[in-house]
T-cell receptor, first 111, second 118 residues
Framework: LAKITQPISMDSYEGQEVNITCSHNNIATNDYITWYQQFPSQGPRFIIQGYKTKVTNEVASLFIPADRKSSTLSLPRVSLSDTAVYYCLVGDLGAGNMLTFGGGTRLMVKP | GAVVSQHPSWVICKSGTSVKIECRSLDFQATTMFWYRQFPKQSLMLMATSNEGSKATYEQGVEKDKFLINHASLTLSTLTVTSAHPEDSSFYIC??????????????FGDGTRLSIL
């Protein structure tokens, strides 16, 4: 199983770019990297997913280096509503493998 | 698309009661659903994997007789917490994966059920 490590918490200010890095040293060849956002008393919401290099969608970018042992979620110009817990998830559901959640990073965006 | 609905969203009941939580995929068929438990300020812990038409696979340390899972159709899985006690109080979250999804397709989560046992 991939061992996931994320920073426990991060602080930022409105309008800034936030980068959250996840370490997954023993990621398997078929594993994908997925990031979720969770607000209190709600289920996680999908943000972005990637396998290698860079992926960008309307809300975030995901940078994955060639060795795939880490990944960085980039949130451009955060707002107060981005205050949440962000989880890095590594695994391959296609193979029926168990997915592993990181401990989550609690992001606090300040005005 | 890809909406997962959980019901109820919050349950408060007396110790010894059995509680059933439903997880439905509203606009897609889910061959596989997952049940998680989350304690305050902690990450999600996978309890079991539920496959349509077969027995669930439980993670180590999860009592299968305590947490009964039924996945009778491609859109519904249920988790029953039998004879619940205060230590079972937690936030239970389900997720579902589309039937026929290839590797890497993300799972979609419900909004969770807060279970409070008095």
């Amino acid at each position: 199983l991939a061992k996931i490590t994320q920073p426990i918490s991060m602080d930022s200010y409105e309008g800034q770019e936030v980068n959250i890095t996840c370490s997954h040293n023993n990621i398997a060849t078929n594993d994908y990297i997925t990031w979720y956002q969770q607000f209190p008393s709600q289920g996680p919401r999908f943000i972005i997913q990637g396998y290698k290099t860079k992926v960008t969608n309307e809300v975030a970018s995901l940078f994955i280096p060639a060795d795939r042992k880490s990944s960085t979620l980039s949130l451009p110009r955060v707002s107060l509503s981005d205050t949440a817990v962000y989880y890095c998830l590594v695994g391959d559901l296609g193979a029926g493998n168990m997915l592993t959640f990181g401990g989550g990073t609690r992001l606090m965006v300040k005005p | 698309g890809a909406v997962v609905s959980q019901h109820p969203s919050w349950v408060i009941c007396k110790s010894g009661t059995s509680v059933k939580i439903e997880c439905r995929s509203l606009d897609f068929q889910a061959t596989t659903m997952f049940w998680y438990r989350q304690f305050p300020k902690q990450s999600l812990m996978l309890m079991a994997t539920s496959n349509e038409g077969s027995k669930a696979t439980y993670e180590q340390g999860v009592e299968k007789d305590k947490f009964l899972i039924n996945h009778a159709s491609l859109t519904l899985s249920t988790l029953t917490v039998t004879s619940a006690h205060p230590e079972d109080s937690s936030f239970y979250i389900c997720s579902a994966r589309s039937a026929g999804a290839k590797g890497g397709q993300p799972q979609h989560f419900g909004d969770g059920t807060r279970l409070s046992i008095l």
